[in-house]
Nanobody
């Protein structure tokens, strides 16, 4: 059974940084792409970043230049480094394995002074 668990969320001031971690189990991570999504209150869930099995990455325009997605296949882990955070980055962040349509429970990120 494929499982994903996010961690690393919290409260941070505007301009600050956080690193989110997606720990996976039940799959050989090196063969699969993983996406990071977020959902703000009252809004639809949106794609933030995705990393392919090849290591290729894509980002939403709103986070380009500020967020970086990376992976450590040996640790079955995917990271989302978030810098220069803004209040509009607030939301619940989820990782997703599209091949299995598997989601983690999410981790809350709040950017506020």
């Amino acid at each position: 059974q494929v499982q994903l668990v996010e961690s690393g969320g919290g409260l941070v001031q505007p301009g600050g940084s956080l690193r989110l971690t997606c720990t996976t189990s039940g799959l050989e991570l090196e063969y699969y792409g993983i996406g990071w999504f977020r959902q703000a209150p009252g809004k639809h869930r949106e794609l933030v970043a995705i990393i392919a099995s090849s290591g290729n990455t894509n980002y939403a325009d709103s986070v380009k230049g500020r967020f970086t997605v990376s992976r450590d296949n040996a640790k079955n882990t995917v990271y989302l480094q978030m810098n220069s955070l803004r209040p509009e980055d607030t939301g619940v962040y989820y990782c997703h394995a599209p091949r299995f349509d598997s989601w983690g429970p999410g981790t809350q990120v709040t950017v506020s002074s």
